[in-house]
C-alpha cells in the first residue's frame, strides 16, 4: 500500500529556514507528479507545490514563490520542500502527496516562532 512518511520539521525563527523531506513506497514513484501540501490550525488543507513526475516542471502556490523549493530524487524515492525565509504565517502541518492517490502521510510540523 501507499507509504508517505514526512520529516524535518521543527521550530524555527522568522526568517529561518527548514527541509522537509518525504520517503515514498508502495507504488512506482518516478510515474508520479508529487505535491506538498499544508494544514494551519483552523484552516482548510492547502496546495504549496508540485513536481512533474521527472522532476522537470514545478507549480508553487503564490504565498511561496521564490522563497520554497520543491525537489525530487526518484532513485530515493522522496519528495523535498526547502523553506527558505519563513514566516509565522508558514506555521503549519506539512504533507506530501502522490497525484491521483487519496492517501495522507502522518505530516511533519512547521511552527515559525521568535
Known amino acids: 500500500q501507499v507509504q508517505l512518511v514526512e520529516s524535518g520539521g521543527g521550530l524555527v525563527q522568522p526568517g529561518g529556514s527548514l527541509r522537509l523531506s518525504c520517503a515514498a513506497s508502495?507504488?512506482?514513484?518516478?510515474?508520479?507528479?508529487m505535491s506538498w501540501y499544508r494544514q494551519a490550525p483552523g484552516k482548510e488543507r492547502e496546495l504549496v507545490a508540485t513536481?512533474?513526475?521527472?522532476?522537470?516542471?514545478?507549480f508553487y502556490a503564490e504565498f511561496v514563490k521564490d522563497r520554497f523549493t520543491i525537489s525530487r530524487d526518484n532513485a530515493k524515492k522522496t519528495v523535498y520542500l526547502q523553506m527558505n525565509s519563513l514566516k509565522p504565517e508558514d506555521t503549519a502541518v506539512y504533507y506530501c502527496?502522490?497525484?491521483?492517490?487519496?492517501?495522507w502521510g502522518q505530516g511533519t510540523q512547521v511552527t515559525v516562532s521568535s
Open positions: 513536481i512533474s513526475s521527472a522532476g522537470d516542471s514545478t
Open positions: 502527496k502522490a497525484h491521483l492517490f487519496p492517501d
Open positions: 508502495g507504488f512506482t514513484f518516478s510515474n508520479r507528479a
